[in-house]
DNA sequence: ATTGACATTGATAATCGTTCTCATTCTTTC
DNA sequence: GAAAGAATGAGAACGATTATCAATGTCAAT
């Protein structure tokens, strides 16, 4: 038996992030790994930030995380498809809970800071988008997994 | 003046990198910037290969070109717009010609043997996401300076 | 319960792409 | 031609990430 102290939720957030976690958690489960505390921890921050967040971040978010287990944990998770690792630029690389997950969206990623932000596009556009590249991939005998669509510039306040 | 001479004659590469070499003197030249041989040398790496590439690839193509003077000279000529730096999740970054001299494109990237390929769209969906782009930047007090449009998955290769 | 097999943890060491240092060499300018 | 300042390149240093390994936790079968 799992000992996850479920919070006395009211029924808002506390039942996403239930279902979030049965989700990954037979994800994990899939891929013979376990869903450990160290890895419901990594989850929850990320679900909590609901944006990309460094591992500086992570740590700093819950202190109990140990570095060098939440990058092994992390790359758990990304291998299993639950968290999204994303290379920005910036001395670090950017970890989010992937689009299964947190659904289909895009970066507005700063190149003074180096933040990234969420975006969602208008489906439409995003279906035209898809079906030139699902051309090209059928041309080229490329067999694509996802794409990702992100504008660089300035954030507001660099 | 901007010198883009649309060559009509029917010359081959010569003529073409020629004009490339000049422009981008004078793109260094106005930041206080030298094209030294180390630079041109650089630049016709990337030229001839048409591709993203990386240190490794860069050093390979030509051994004269030192690794710590191609770093340094490659920032430089980032800095100056002259080339793209794109980070891919592999070990090592790309680095091609940036798009004012290669024309504005996306990548495919193989998340197996990292590889990158450029791709051209559909100038009418292109335009599509522009405008989309231009929208959600107004909104969040963004300021764009371009978008990075990349399909990964699995190459013909892997 | 107890054992054995094996996954997980976390402090630390090691890796390795990239950046920095600095003495030397090239360019430009007066 | 001499001085000032860029640029070069070999090597050292850096730092984000990964690997190591002894200790601990967990599951399955007896």
């Given at each position: 038996?799992?000992?996850?102290?479920?919070?006395?939720?009211?029924?808002?957030?506390?039942?996403?992030?239930?279902?979030?976690?049965?989700?990954?958690?037979?994800?994990?489960?899939?891929?013979?790994?376990?869903?450990?505390?160290?890895?419901?921890?990594?989850?929850?921050?990320?679900?909590?930030?609901?944006?990309?967040?460094?591992?500086?971040?992570?740590?700093?978010?819950?202190?109990?995380?140990?570095?060098?287990?939440?990058?092994?944990?992390?790359?758990?998770?990304?291998?299993?498809?639950?968290?999204?690792?994303?290379?920005?630029?910036?001395?670090?690389?950017?970890?989010?809970?992937?689009?299964?997950?947190?659904?289909?969206?895009?970066?507005?990623?700063?190149?003074?800071?180096?933040?990234?932000?969420?975006?969602?596009?208008?489906?439409?556009?995003?279906?035209?988008?898809?079906?030139?590249?699902?051309?090209?991939?059928?041309?080229?005998?490329?067999?694509?997994?996802?794409?990702?669509?992100?504008?660089?510039?300035?954030?507001a306040e660099c």
């Open positions: 038996m799992e000992m996850t102290a479920q919070p006395p939720h009211t029924s808002e957030d506390g039942d996403l992030l239930a279902d979030l976690h049965e989700q990954i958690g037979s994800r994990l489960a899939h891929q013979d790994h376990r869903y450990t505390n160290s890895r419901q921890q990594l989850v929850a921050v990320l679900a909590k930030a609901g944006q990309p967040m460094t591992l500086p971040d992570i740590v700093a978010a819950d202190p109990d995380i140990a570095q060098s287990s939440a990058y092994r944990n992390l790359d758990v998770l990304v291998r299993c498809g639950v968290v999204l690792r994303i290379k920005a630029g910036g001395d670090y690389a950017y970890f989010e809970l992937a689009e299964p997950l947190l659904g289909h969206h895009h970066h507005l990623i700063c190149i003074s800071c180096g933040s990234i932000e969420d975006i969602h596009f208008d489906s439409e556009i995003e279906h035209l988008v898809d079906k030139s590249l699902s051309e090209i991939a059928a041309r080229t005998g490329f067999t694509p997994t996802h794409h990702s669509l992100d504008l660089h510039g300035h954030c």
